[in-house]
Every structure is written in structure tokens, then in C-alpha cells.
């Protein structure tokens, strides 16, 4: 592969425009359909996943020590497959030496592979989504899209905005100052691109494809090389993603050591030597806030780029569709059982109710049309199977039964029927008093509190300064009031929460598309970096200048 | 000021041209002429500078506490100047508030409040080349150059970054998302820039304006306040530059308060208390490599932009011109005194001596060429000063003296003939061998090694891992082997230097020019953050979204 190839050139120069437009654009069919994928392509998918269980992952990169891997889906059954590990030293020195060599291709090569690999990766969409549905628990539509298709955009868009940021960069110029009557002093300059070294990235135990996959990819193109360091419980679809790029590394002869993957399991964790090497010179972490203030406490001037968690709000201050509006967030509250980064956790309701078009709804009635939505959402089991997908965590079940005190039980939680294998809750919803501390940490997984206001301008308030304190992806707004969204829209702006208002069909609060919606602010507790902006790239990588004088002409 | 005037647009038009084009270009002239400045400027700069020594400085802004004002000229008066003080959360409370409403303001707004400010600014430039010459030492032209136009131009180069950046984001899409045979999913979404809050800008005592001025125009066109904090010896020249740009502020309606002082003494130091606050929400810091590492450890996950220090080599390997060399080495090593954190500190010759136009020179004597080069530069004390300037710091005559007894004295430090009130001190040269540990750390000041290597591979090789482990802003080469060129720009790209190769006329490697040069990489030790390029500015902002499902065609 010398260059970019007719076949990726359209992609690129296509993706580079919509980062610009940011409007709705995809390069990755996100349908799970026979028609695109290939009439096969389901049933090969699950038995590519069937051959890789209870053996080793066909991983050739540096090993020698014990394997590793104690995946078990959510779904009920242990993976059984293991993968090479090897001294963090050694793993990093081949790294280190295979990304000397990358730094040094033309970046329009590198781009080029990175292309190759997210077609080839969107070939094995499939594979992958039974993958991540087995590490995650998600179903099988929300591992297909968000694990396939929506992370391999998510990847586009990062090579995208690299290409962007590298290409700013002229190869060589001449630089003439005048100096009067005399001859100009005259110096040819040439700039290259030299990416930082060794990038670490620390990956989620439920979005592991969709939450790395933009720093892989912009340190891909960027020149970095990387360690992919999964969730010791998500290891298979970065194992999968790891051997995909290695394979196209190699086959356009490149040392496939660029990117390699450093697998662990829980009793024998590996992060924190990674993470305090000299030989890594960036970090990109997704993960829970405790862990992430390590990361950051760890940074010694490096680039780290976190996603950690948050609060995300909604304020309820009326609907012209008390229907749409309850089927949406009981929607958004169900969807991957609430473990989603962009799940709203607090809904903030006026104490003398709202206006709607089915008439005046007090507070309660609003938390009754919550839960009947949800009671009717979920009410079938296959149904309710296909939106709550099963828990990651057993934690996470610990965590939901322990919420049941922390307020009045407007719904409880409560398994799938018929699921006796997979770990499964669908959400709580609690009402509470604005002085309540409960609804102030983040709750992971199917809980959202009911939270008693004032008035709508104190739940906006109240909401906004719960997301500067404790962070929030995402905020909420249900208001009539033009005046009232107009002071929302500020007050999260200031707070670095992304705001959606009146959000009542298809559309949810937890969806974040990529090419046009910003992915985490930065400024806020829930993270450092946004997915994917110019400051998530342009840090990766500075210029070398070499400047001589010109040769007399 | 509702927008871009037409005085301001084309200037702004250019500078994001030249930006991308990176070869000579200038906005403000360098030369202190009376045709350009107007024929009384230098006098009333003069005169501008007299009027404020001995009295407080006129600032206006949050104050309460004890004045603070403790400069000395390095040519031999006090300055007698106070600065207003106050509690630092006092400040940051008051530039917090005006940083939220010039977060508000819109982007084009800022900017052109930005070059209002650097066209008075460069008005200023003779007074501001007085304060500069009699904070830092700096010769009168180098004060004027460095501290005025120069500056000025890192200060518009960065507001060009910014507003490309800022630019690329687009104000209000709508996203469009097909359904098959349905109707699309439509939403509206508007984006905002969104600063990340308050500025903390650390000044250095060496070059308080060139040092700053990319971090005050970054901040103030992206939408953050600042909270300038000069080196206790050198407030005046930004005491002057956050006069001027309040000015400005209030001038065109705002908040003056975004731009505040925070002045101390070496008594009473107050940054500790700025860098470790919850209101500060980015750092940038211009000084030592230990401070630096304190700043980097608070990071916090917080952005910090640091120039720190360096070991800046020369390997000589041949030359076509012996006599350009030396004197173009002589003159590195004499402006300002060595003062400069671009100024060379290690020259690696090859222990068989070099090829030359005079034939082939000894190691010996091409530290004698050197040392001659030295001496005839220097020999007129009136033209010494003008290239020596004096010495900043009286740590800095300590440390030349000490420097005496770590190798070979080939050429002894010696004071200005003649100057019996200004600190000044001629550059030492001493021979050392590779094996030396004298070489290896950060000398400050008018001292340089000649280090002999067994070749001038080697020499590279000793001067790229130099550049690796303790940091360096510039490297120089001297060689007429093409291939040995190409290997040193290998090393050293690797090594974060910027190269100048066969310097032998009136560019020096210590001139690092704004919109061509890019200045420190941020890739070893010297710094984390370049001057300027799109990382420098991408991070000061971020984008909040708000979305809405479009109302119904």
C-alpha cells in the first residue's frame, strides 16, 4: 500500500468534509442486514465467535509469559479463551521499536492502513457483535451497531480529523526576509510530522470497540504506536480489532508490532505498570472516575485524553407530548439496562407538576407515566431482551438492589422473566427530595432518581451544577417555554454538558453520532477530551523543523 | 467594537493564510524607526518610561492589598515601581465573572478586541522596549525586536490559530438521517465555542512578552480570562501589555477583569497559591525545568503549555566557510548573553578535527576559531553591549564563575570594559571530553563546552540523546556530507529539535521566527507545547451542543 488507493481516497476526502459539516453522515451501513453484510454474514459471525471460544486467541505478537482471560458473557457461559501476555518491558520495547519505524512513513500511508483496517473491521461487523454482545452484555442490534459500524465511524472520524490537522502542515517551504536594498536573507525549511511515541489506551468493559476505537485510529494515522489495554471482562473485541490492524500492518509490510494488545485478568492487573512507563508518552483512558483522577494524577505533562462518568440530568418543565416524552426516557432509561455513559440518572421535576397536552400532570403523575412507559416497554420479555440487553457487572445488580432504599419506589427493578442465565434488571425509578444526597453520586446501571423542584429554573440550576461537580455526557430538557430553553441552553453550555430538548421519537439522549455530535465536552468532571474534536488529535503528534540556507541561485 | 473592523479583517485574512504557508512574514516592523513609528517614539518611549518609575503602576483593577515591586535594571538602577495586590481568590473571583461574559462574547468580537490590542500594543513598542531592556537585561534592539514586534507577532499568530479553529466549527447544522421508506429523523443543533474558563499565564524574567504573548492572545481570543503572573524581576512589560489590552477591553464595552495582574515580590511568592486553585482552569508557564515539573504535576488534568529549558548542542562536522561558522557561532553564543533558551550550549567536535575551506582544523582549533571569533565580535565595548546586553540574574555571574573549573578554559567569561554599573559578562568556552558529566545539565548564561567525540556520528548521537533526556530547543549542524545531514535530521526530528543546518550569515539558531518557525516541540524535556501550532489553542475551547428535533416542514 504506497498511498492512498482510489478505493479509501473517496472515503477520506468525503469524512474530512463532514467533520466540517457535522451534520448526519455514516460511512458504515449500520443495519445488520443479509442484503449488505453478505447473506452469510450472520451465520458467519456466530460461528466465527463459536471457533474462538475455549482456546487460545490467535494473537502472534511478542509472548512468553502465562496467558491470560476469564471473560464470561453476560449471557451465562464462560468464554475459555486465553491471550499472550508478556513482560509490560518487553511489550513496550517492540512497540517502541515498531512505532520508530512507523513515525517515519508518509502519513498519507498510514492513513491508508487505517482505512484498510476499519473496511476489513466492517467486514467482520458481525464477528464483532457477537463479541462485544458476549463481553458487554448488550443485545445483539446494539452490539452490531454501536460495537460495529457506529465505533468503525467513530474511527473514521479520528483519522479524519488527523489527516485534517497533518495536511495543515506544509512538507518544505522557502522562507525569504527582505532586507532592504541588501539580498534577502533566504533559509529552505522543511517540517515533519513526528508523532509522540507509545500511546496507551485503556478501554471499558462496555463499549470497548465504540470508546477506543477514536484514539486507536487517530494514533494510528497520527504515527503513534499503541498499547490496547482491554477490561480484563471485554478483552475478545479488542483482541478481534488488534489482529485485524496487525493483519493489515503486515500486509502492507509494516511491523505489525504498531499496535499489540495487553491482555490481564483481574487478580493479576497490568494497567498501572503501563501507565507509569517511561516508554508510554500518551494515555487515553475510558473508565470510572476513580481511576481516571489516577490516570490524571499520573500524566507527568503527557497528553491524556479521559472519558470517566457523570450525572446527566433531565429537567422536566413540560411537553406538548406527555406521551412521547415518557416513551422516550423510559426508552433512554432502558436501553443497555442503563449503562450507557449517556443514560440520564436524574430527572428534575417541578414540586406543582407540569403543563402538558393531555393537561396539567402533577409531580407524581409524571413519575406514573414514567413508569407505565416503562412497564409497557418492557413488558414483554423477548421485547424487553432486545432494549435492556444483560448486566456487565454482577456489581451492577448488587448496586440496583441497594438503591431500593434511597427513596420512594416509584418503579422497582426487577429480572426479565424467564432469563435464569443472563444477569438482567430492568430500571428502578425512586422519587426524592432536591436535599437528598442519593441522586448526587453516579448510580451505574438501571436506577434514575425523581428529584422534587421548586420550579423548572431550579431544576436547570440544580442539574448544571451537578454537572460542573460530579460531570454529566449528557443533559435534557422538556420545556414549551422558548425563554426557559434558552436559559438551559446556556447553563449547560457553561456546565459542558451537551443539551437535547423535547426529545420524544426515535431520537435518544444516550445516542452520540459521530461526524456531527461532540462526544463529551472536556469541561466537565466526565472527562478530559472530546470525541472526536481538533484537540483530540492535534496533541498526538508536532513538527520537526530542518532549515538550512538556500543554495545560491 | 460589534465585529471585525475593516482595519482588522485583512490583517486577520493574512495571518490565518500565513499560518498554513509557514515562510516569512511579518505584521509589525522590526525596525525602531522614527519613519515607521514616528519620529518622537523613541524619545517618548524614553520619556514613557521615565514617568513610571518611582510611583505605583496605574492599574486599575481589583486591589486592596500591600503594593508589591521589587525590579532592578541589570544596568544598575531599582525601578522603584509598585504593583497593585489582593487576595488571589479575590482576583480569580473577579476574572472568573468577566471570563464568563466574555465567554458569551461572540468569537469575532474577541478577535478583533485581540488585534485592536496588538495594534496598540505595537504603538507601545518603544516604551515596552525600555521596560523590557531594564527587566531583563536585553540590548535596546533586542528589547525593542524580541519584546515589541516579535512578540507581537507570536501574540497574532496564535489569535490566527484560534480563529481557525474556532472557524471550523460550525454555528447551526441540521442532521438529516434517512429511514428507508420513512420520513428521516431531523434534528437542529446548534454548537457554541465554550472556553474552558480562566487563564493562569506564568511569565519568565528573560522574555516576559515574546514568552507570554502566545498564551494571553490564545486565551483571550478563545474566550478565556487570564490571570497574568510575571517573574517578580519582570512585571513591568506585561504590567504595561494587561494595561493596554483592559484598555481595550473597556474601550469596547467589557469586563476589563480578563485580563488581570497578579504581581509579587520574591518574598511574598504567590503562584503556588494560583496553580493549586480550583478557579484556574488551564496553566501556561514560561521558566525553570524544576518549576516546570511542579507545574506538571499539578496539572490536574487540567491543559498546561510549558516552555521549560534545554541543552542546546551544535555538532561540527565541516564546513565550506570555517569563518562563518566561528562567527556565526561567536554571535549565538554572545547575544544576550547567553541569556536566550535557544542559545547553544554544547559544541560537539570530532577529536580528529574537521575539514574545512582553510583546510583541515584540530579540535583545538576550532575552539580557538571560535574563541577569536569571541574576541573580535566583542573587542569594541560599545559594540559588546549591544549584542551582550547584561546579565538578568546575579545567580547567573555565580554560576559563569563556577562554570571556570569544569574543563579546559579555551576562552575565559570577562566583563564589558567599562561598565562599572551594569552585571555583564562574556561568554566562557570550555573543552571537555564526551565522558564529562559537566556538559550534560543545563548551564544558564554566557557559558558553552566544546566537547570532543570520536567522530561526528557519534557527536549527533551524544547530541540527540542529550535532547532526549534533559530537553533542547534548537540543535545545530555544521556539515558538507549530505548523507551525515539526513542522519542528523533523523536524530534529531526523533529528539523533538528543531535543526538548523550550515548557519553561517545573519540567521542565527537562536532566532526562532513567529508564523515559520515552530518554536520548542514539545516532544523532550524543554516543554510540552509548541509556539504556535493548532494543539496550542485547540484545547483552550471546547463546543456545547445543544439539539432539538426540527419543527415539522
Known amino acids: 500500500m504506497s498511498a492512498l488507493s482510489d478505493e479509501h481516497r473517496p472515503t477520506l476526502d468525503r469524512a474530512v468534509e463532514e467533520i466540517r459539516r457535522r451534520g448526519y453522515w455514516s460511512a458504515y451501513p449500520e443495519m445488520p442486514s443479509g442484503k449488505i453484510y453478505g447473506e452469510t454474514a450472520k451465520e458467519d459471525g456466530e460461528k466465527g465467535f463459536a471457533a474462538l471460544l475455549n482456546q487460545p486467541f490467535p494473537l502472534d505478537q511478542p509472548a512468553g509469559g502465562d496467558p491470560v482471560g476469564r471473560e464470561e458473557s453476560p449471557y451465562g457461559f464462560a468464554l475459555g479463551i486465553t491471550y499472550p501476555t508478556v513482560a509490560p518491558a518487553t511489550l513496550l520495547a517492540a512497540a517502541k521499536a515498531a512505532g520508530a ?8 500511508e498510514r492513513v491508508a492502513v487505517a482505512l484498510e483496517a476499519l473496511k476489513r473491521l466492517n467486514r467482520d461487523s458481525f464477528l464483532i457483535a457477537n463479541a462485544v454482545q458476549h463481553t458487554t452484555g448488550q443485545s445483539f442490534i446494539m452490539a452490531f451497531q454501536a460495537g460495529g459500524p457506529h465505533a468503525q465511524d467513530r474511527g473514521l472520524e479520528a483519522v479524519a480529523y488527523a489527516w485534517d490537522a497533518m495536511s495543515a502542515i506544509p512538507g518544505a517551504v522557502r522562507w525569504e526576509k527582505p532586507q532592504g536594498k541588501n539580498p534577502p536573507l533566504v533559509l529552505d525549511k522543511t517540517f515533519r510530522i513526528v508523532p509522540r511515541g507509545v500511546g496507551l489506551v485503556i478501554g471499558c468493559a462496555t463499549f470497548p470497540t465504540w470508546n477506543s476505537y477514536s484514539a486507536i485510529f487517530a494514533n494510528l494515522a497520527t504515527g503513534n504506536a499503541t498499547v ?16 485485524v490492524i496487525r493483519d493489515v500492518l503486515s500486509g502492507a509490510g509494516h511491523d505489525p508490532n504498531v499496535i499489540v494488545l495487553a491482555a490481564d485478568d483481574p487478580e493479576r492487573p497490568v494497567t498501572m505498570e503501563y501507565m507509569t512507563s517511561e516508554d508510554v508518552d500518551l494515555i487515553d483512558f475510558t473508565g470510572s472516575a476513580a481511576f481516571g483522577a489516577t490516570v490524571r494524577a499520573h500524566a507527568r505533562g503527557r497528553p491524556v485524553f479521559t472519558e470517566e462518568a ?19 426516557l423510559a426508552m433512554s432509561l432502558s436501553l443497555y439496562s442503563g449503562q450507557m455513559c449517556t443514560a440520564p440518572q436524574s430527572l428534575f421535576v417541578p414540586a406543582g407538576g407540569i403543563e402538558t397536552d393531555e393537561g396539567h400532570k402533577s409531580a407524581e403523575a409524571v413519575g406514573e407515566g414514567i413508569a407505565r412507559a416503562l412497564d409497557k416497554l418492557l413488558g414483554d420479555p423477548e421485547r424487553a431482551m432486545a ?3 444483560a448486566v456487565q457487572n454482577p456489581a451492577t445488580l448488587e448496586r440496583v438492589a441497594a438503591a431500593r432504599d434511597k427513596g420512594r419506589l416509584v418503579r422497582e427493578s426487577a429480572p426479565v422473566q424467564g432469563q435464569d442465565k443472563a444477569r438482567t434488571a430492568t430500571p428502578a425509578l425512586l422519587a426524592v427530595d432536591a436535599a437528598s444526597e442519593a441522586w448526587r453520586e453516579e448510580c451505574f446501571g438501571p436506577v434514575a432518581f425523581l428529584i422534587t423542584v421548586p420550579d423548572a429554573d431550579e431544576g ?20 414549551t417555554d422558548e425563554a426557559l430553553i434558552d ?18 421519537g426515535g ?27 481538533a484537540a483530540f488529535v492535534t496533541n498526538r503528534f508536532s513538527v520537526a523543523t530542518v532549515r538550512r540556507p538556500a543554495a545560491a541561485a
Chains 1, 2 share one sequence.
Open 101 to 108: 519505524a512507523w513515525a517515519r512513513v508518509p502519513a498519507e
Open 228 to 243: 490496547v489495554k482491554p477490561h480484563p471482562m471485554a478483552i475478545l473485541p479488542l483482541a478481534i480489532t488488534v489482529k
Open 310 to 328: 457523570g450525572v446527566n440530568p433531565v429537567v422536566i418543565a413540560g411537553t406538548d407530548s406527555f406521551r412521547g416524552m415518557c416513551g422516550n
Open 387 to 389: 432494549v435492556l440487553g
Open 460 to 479: 436547570i440550576r440544580l442539574a448544571a451544577d451537578s454537572a460542573r461537580e460530579k460531570g454529566a455526557i449528557t443533559a435534557s430538557l422538556y420545556a
Open 487 to 504: 436559559r438551559a441552553a446556556d447553563a449547560f453550555a457553561r456546565a459542558g454538558a451537551p443539551l437535547s430538548v423535547n426529545l420524544t
Open 507 to 533: 431520537i435518544l439522549v444516550n445516542q452520540s453520532a459521530a461526524f456531527s455530535d461532540y462526544h463529551v465536552t472536556g469541561l466537565n468532571p466526565a472527562g478530559t477530551a472530546t470525541l472526536t474534536d
